[in-house]
């Protein structure tokens, strides 16, 4: 419950304070009705810039975003949010720091709704409660330090986010940017540079860089009435570690994975997910 009115203002005391469950604010509103409609009018805009534009507006708990920021904010936080998703699937064991890098064009904008995309994306690969509102707050209560880097002067790209993680293996990152029409794009995997949308139903796959292993993946998976939509390939050098990024019409079954564990050349296969 929570209350924001009381019979003595300002309430020194009360018997309500320190009762388990319940929130006091001091008075929010105001005593003449004429302030009392403005405020109602305020409250009514504000929630319906954030229906329709995205917009928010003295929110508690979620970073503030403007109407205007928020169309050049939503083609990012879709690829933050899928970034975090990325790294949340592959990685395991202790996260102790998530570092949130924004180059170029992306270095101008607001970065706090884009960490709270990448920390939902990742997140909520252990909770289907996760949202960008208490990822950001989930992450701090689980120990996770959060670093946020900014540069200017653009690479490789007009714009790219990169989410690094720290593990026990030491740091991992994936890199992303917006291609034309502001589509969402992975542009490099753990060091090994890879183009590749990630969505809906995908298979990750490491392995040895050695000739026939593409006609190998794909026959396997043809025997299984698994139909591919997308091929994507990267590799360290010739010869060397190489990843493969599929995606897929449906889930790819834990039988199939298994089998293609068992491949010549294969170190880790294993199934994506991307809503």
């Not at 998703?85 to 064009?105: D, N």
Request: proline share 5%.
């Amino acid at each position: 419950a929570a209350l924001d009115v009381f019979q003595t203002e300002p309430a020194h005391t009360s018997p309500l304070f320190g009762t388990p469950n319940f929130i006091c604010t001091p008075h929010l509103g105001a005593s003449t009705n004429e302030a009392q409609v403005n405020v109602a009018y305020q409250v009514a805009e504000q929630m319906a810039d954030f229906l329709v534009n995205g917009g928010v507006t003295n929110a508690l708990n979620m970073p503030s975003l403007s109407a205007e920021e928020a169309p050049k904010l939503k083609p990012y936080m879709a690829l933050a949010e899928r970034l975090g998703s990325l790294v949340g699937q592959l990685t395991t064991g202790s996260i102790p720091r998530i570092s949130i890098h924004v180059e170029g064009a992306a270095a101008e904008l607001n970065i706090k709704p884009i960490v709270a995309a990448v920390l939902a994306g990742f997140l909520r690969c252990q909770s289907d409660t996760v949202n960008m509102v208490n990822a950001p707050f989930l992450a701090k209560e689980r120990g996770m330090e959060i670093r946020e880097v900014r540069t200017e002067k653009a690479g490789d790209y007009h714009t790219l986010v990169r989410v690094s993680v720290k593990t026990d293996a030491g740091e991992r990152s994936v890199a992303g940017t917006l291609f034309a029409n502001s589509e969402p794009r992975l542009v490099e995997l753990f060091g090994i540079k890879v183009e590749a949308e990630l969505a809906g139903n995908m298979m990750y796959i490491v392995n040895e860089d050695a000739p026939g292993f593409i006609g190998r993946i794909g026959t396997l998976l043809g025997e299984n009435g698994i139909n591919i939509g997308t091929f994507n390939l990267g590799r360290r050098e010739a010869g060397g570690e190489a990843i493969l990024l599929l995606s897929v019409d449906d889930a790819v079954p834990a039988t199939v994975l298994e089998a293609a564990r068992k491949l010549p050349g294969v170190k880790r296969a294993m199934a994506l997910k991307f809503v």
